[in-house]
């Protein structure tokens, strides 16, 4: 008897669709570096944007983690997209700076705080209308640690215990630093203050 699998649960095989640009940057070809990066940078550099509130520091580390990315360019096997490796060295090198710059995170279990605080009225998040530009500009207004963490499990996919191994911090202090954040950006945005 032979069973029919479904179309969907058939894997999927990737297809890079710059594979020539890889491959022509893996010979040391300068053209194909400088293809990818205006294919890429704009990008990367809103990803880094995430993480830091300055555009210097942005640029910085977006030309960082090309450089990186072309020196390290062999170790790239082709099975998920450049841009996705790419997005990695950017994240990692984002985290690098501010983890050198040492960014605050405070340690649940280092402070007695409750994890319920006093809340003066409940915040209706349906009601608030969200715009890119407003929480774009509530994000700057987060604390490096909060803004951080936020990144890392929304924008970027970690979960707690990734950003908590990543962070050196406990897993409660990922969870805490998350819930905090995501409560500021709701208030600067409610506030007006973005």
Not at 26 to 41: M, V
Not at 101 to 109: A, G, P, T
Request: aromatic share 10%; proline share 2%; with cysteine.
């Amino acid at each position: 008897m032979r069973v029919e699998v479904p179309n969907y649960l058939t894997p999927k095989i990737y297809i890079e669709k710059n594979t020539e640009l890889v491959k022509r940057c893996k010979c040391g070809d300068r053209k194909a570096q400088y293809k990818l990066y205006k294919l890429y940078s704009k990008a990367m550099l809103n990803t880094c944007m995430r993480f830091v509130k300055k555009q210097e520091e942005a640029e910085d580390i977006l030309q960082e983690a090309f450089i990186d990315a072309f020196t390290k360019i062999e170790s790239f096997r082709m099975e998920s997209s450049f841009g996705l490796w790419l997005k990695q060295i950017v994240v990692n090198k984002s985290i690098n700076y501010l983890r050198a710059k040492r960014i605050e995170l405070v340690d649940i279990e280092d402070h007695k705080h409750t994890l319920e605080e006093a809340e003066p009225e409940p915040i209706n998040e349906e009601a608030i209308e969200y715009h890119v530009e407003q929480i774009q500009q509530a994000l700057f207004l987060l604390s490096d640690g909060y803004r951080t963490v936020l990144n890392m499990y929304l924008f970027e996919g970690y979960d707690h215990q990734e950003i908590a191994t990543y962070l050196g911090i406990t897993e409660s202090t990922s969870r805490t630093q998350y819930m905090r954040a995501k409560k500021r950006l709701i208030q600067i945005i409610k506030n007006g203050q973005a």
